[in-house]
């Protein structure tokens, strides 16, 4: 992706230069993201709630971070092939990203009995969607609130029910 579409996008979203280093090119982005401390916590974390709530933390965080350039980038979708290009890279790495997550609870027998692993991962991608986080923020959500209702949301959507 040429240098000047990464350098608008960064001036659109009234992003320092330094906040997208790279061109997609150089696909290090979900690799070096999945050896981060916070990630590996939420491999490691053995109770399932505080695991999606781990989960909902980062999905804020990389919300609050990203968010206005993200909205440059979705309002330009179609607009320019690269553009488009980096759009679906970040898609499939949320995908990415989306099924590793779902995997820890299908291994562990505690996805919702009529869910299978792609509708499960499909669920995990639609729900941390960047539109999402945007969408809410222009409806007035903090980054609080939107955490908060992730959190419950993918609960919801994965887990089975606890006994009574």
């Given at each position: 992706m040429?240098?000047?579409c990464l350098r608008s996008i960064r001036w659109q979203g009234g992003m320092a230069q330094a906040?997208?280093?790279?061109?997609?090119?150089?696909?290090r982005g979900a690799d070096s993201l999945r050896q981060r401390p916070e990630i590996l916590a939420i491999a490691t974390e053995p109770d399932p709630r505080d695991k999606i709530a781990r989960y909902a933390g980062i999905a804020r965080t990389l919300g609050d971070r990203l968010g206005p350039v993200l909205a440059v980038l979705l309002a330009s979708r179609g607009s320019d092939p690269e553009l488009e290009d980096f759009a679906r890279t970040i898609d499939a790495e949320r995908l990415s990203g989306a099924?590793?997550?779902?995997?820890q609870f299908a291994d562990r027998g505690l996805l919702r009995t009529d869910l299978d692993r792609r509708h499960a991962s499909d669920l995990v991608w639609t729900l941390i969607s960047p539109a999402v986080y945007l969408m809410?923020?222009?409806?007035g959500w903090n980054s609080e609130q939107y955490e908060r209702w992730l959190s419950g949301a993918l609960a919801d959507a994965l887990l089975s029910a606890p006994p009574s």
């Open positions: 040429p240098y000047r906040g997208i280093r790279r061109p997609v090119g150089r696909r099924t590793g997550f779902v995997a809410l923020q222009e409806r």
